[in-house]
């Protein structure tokens, strides 16, 4: 009988160690997608102008959430979800930058995604 509690004692421990850890995973994968950024600075390292910036924000305002969203979705759709994201907001960036803002934008987008360990 003691031998049968130990077992049950040992199996409840590990499974209630393997459930934290996977909700630990879920949260810091949570905001490795949080692409969130100080506009100011933004602005100031690109050069934008005061319509630029407001534009920058808005669309960069969509692209967090697309991202969120891709976070809380299932692994299997996540990289295609990432991928509609990352397209979406270059091809309104593109349009509203100029060709060096532009390639800016694109060096600071790359050294993010490098930085937080996420697929493109």
Do not use: P, W
Not at 32 to 58: H, R
Not at 90 to 119: C, H, I, P, S
């Amino acid at each position: 009988m003691k031998r049968l509690f130990l077992t049950v004692v040992a199996v409840l421990s590990m499974t209630m160690t393997f459930a934290e850890n996977e909700k630990l995973n879920s949260t810091e994968n949570a905001s490795a997608y949080n692409m969130s950024v100080n506009y100011d600075k933004l602005a100031n390292c690109l050069g934008l102008s005061i319509d630029q910036a407001e534009a920058v924000q808005d669309i960069h305002k969509s692209f967090c959430a697309d991202m969120m969203n891709a976070a809380a979705a299932n692994a299997d759709e996540r990289k295609g979800m990432v991928q509609k994201a990352i397209e979406k907001d270059l091809k309104y960036m593109r349009y509203v930058l100029t060709n060096d803002q532009y390639r800016k934008y694109l060096m600071l987008l790359n050294a993010t995604f490098t930085n937080r360990g996420l697929e493109k």
